[in-house]
Nanobody, 115 residues
Framework: QVQVVESGGGLVQPGGSLELSCAASGFPFSLSIMAWYRQAPGKQRDLVAV???????NYADSVKGRFTISRDNAKNTVTLQMNSLKPEDTAVYYC?????????WGQGTQVTVSS
C-alpha cells in the first residue's frame, strides 16, 4: 500500500522559516524522483523543487536561494526547508514520488505566510 504523508505546515510571519517533511512507503523510494509542488487558491499546481535518486536538485525560479530540498533514503523521507518566506509562498504544499511512469501524491499540508 502506497502512502505519502506530508507534515510541518502552518502559519508563519513573512521572513520566517518552515520545514516540511514527507514520509513515503509502498514504492521504491531510493530509486524514485521526489518533488514538492504547491497550489495557491484559484491557481494551478506548480513544481517547487525536485530531487532525483542521484541527489540532483532543481528549483522553481521563485524559490531559488530560499528553499532547499533534501532526502534521506534510509528513512524514506524528503524535506523542504523554506527560509525567507513571503506571503506569495502561501499555498497547499504537496509531496510527490515518481517511480518509472507512476506518480504517488500526498494529501498536502497548508503553509500560510502572513503577519
Amino acid at each position: 500500500q502506497v502512502q505519502v504523508v506530508e507534515s510541518g505546515g502552518g502559519l508563519v510571519q513573512p521572513g520566517g522559516s518552515l520545514e516540511l517533511s514527507c514520509a513515503a512507503s509502498g514504492f521504491p523510494f531510493s530509486l524514485s524522483i521526489m518533488a514538492w509542488y504547491r497550489q495557491a487558491p484559484g491557481k494551478q499546481r506548480d513544481l517547487v523543487a525536485v530531487i532525483t535518486s542521484g541527489l540532483t536538485t532543481n528549483y522553481a525560479d521563485s524559490v531559488k536561494g530560499r528553499f532547499t530540498i533534501s532526502r534521506d533514503n534510509a528513512k524514506n523521507t524528503v524535506t523542504l526547508q523554506m527560509n525567507s518566506l513571503k506571503p506569495e509562498d502561501t499555498a497547499v504544499y504537496y509531496c510527490k514520488g515518481r517511480y518509472l511512469f507512476s506518480d504517488y501524491w500526498g494529501q498536502g499540508t497548508q503553509v500560510t505566510v502572513s503577519s
